[in-house]
């Protein structure tokens, strides 16, 4: 048994509590529980912008216990971030989310609770801190260092799938403004994703449920949206 294992039984043998079969069957089960969540996916979430609602709604997933019966998340990002947002979550909504920095998808812990980031150091605590022990307020807004930031975090991931070392990644918000102004001149994640991956033919598609949405068209005017419903255009996306 495991060291956990004998250290919770002696624990329960001191104050009188030992009912071995039921103390068995409980270490069963956690033990089963715990190799189910080991052989779950590994999904990589990029932070986005680090100067935006990236990292509160991140810290926000980690603190829904759902999360965990769908995947083991670990984030691309960086840990003065996550920091930040899990203060103010704290502060303002009584959430307690634990940040714990790595460099490399092995070094994952995956405990409920506690984000497992990949901290890639474009951002640090100076950029957020305002010298009174606490965080400066939101509201910085477009800057060409969020921009690349959440740039670099997008493509970390998609490098990560791309060498296997997680099984899918998820997206989070960032500003089209911001990584255009870092000189990365992109319309959205879709592009990103098919310039990283030498993809020449995609779309964008949305899906709930059972239904599916696959856009003609994205990030443009109405009246260029409209202009570019055509018939080979609309052939390649279906």
């Not at 043998?13 to 190799?35: C, F, H, I, L, M």
């Not at 920091?83 to 502060?91: F, I, P, R």
């Not at 709930?208 to 052939?235: F, G, I, W, Y």
């Amino acid at each position: 048994k495991s060291v956990g294992a004998e250290d919770r039984k002696g624990k329960l043998r001191r104050k009188g509590q030992v009912n071995y079969a039921d103390w068995e069957k409980a270490e069963k089960t956690r033990s089963t529980e715990v190799t189910a969540y080991m052989n779950k996916p590994i999904v990589g979430i990029s932070m986005g912008d680090p100067f935006g609602n990236g990292p509160e709604i991140t810290v926000k997933v980690f603190a829904n216990e759902e999360i965990y019966g769908m995947c083991r998340p670990i984030v691309v990002g960086d840990a003065a971030a996550l920091s930040y947002a899990a203060k103010v979550a704290e502060a303002v909504s009584g959430i307690h989310v634990g940040v714990h920095p790595i460099k490399t998808v092995s070094e994952a812990q995956f405990k409920r609770g506690v984000i497992d980031v990949i901290s890639m150091g474009i951002v640090s605590e100076k950029d957020f801190e305002n010298g009174k022990g606490f965080c400066k307020p939101f509201g910085i807004g477009a800057t060409a260092l969020g921009g690349e930031a959440a740039y670099r975090y997008v493509t970390q991931v998609i490098d990560l799938a791309m060498n296997k070392e997680i099984a899918a990644t998820v997206t989070n918000a960032l500003s089209k403004e911001a990584i255009n102004m870092a000189g990365h001149h992109y319309s959205g994640h879709t592009e990103i994703y098919a310039e990283r991956t030498h993809t020449k033919h995609y779309c964008m598609m949305l899906a709930h449920e059972n239904l599916r949405v696959a856009h003609v068209s994205t990030h443009v005017s109405l009246r260029e949206a409209c202009d570019r419903v055509k018939k080979d255009r609309v052939l390649e996306v279906i």
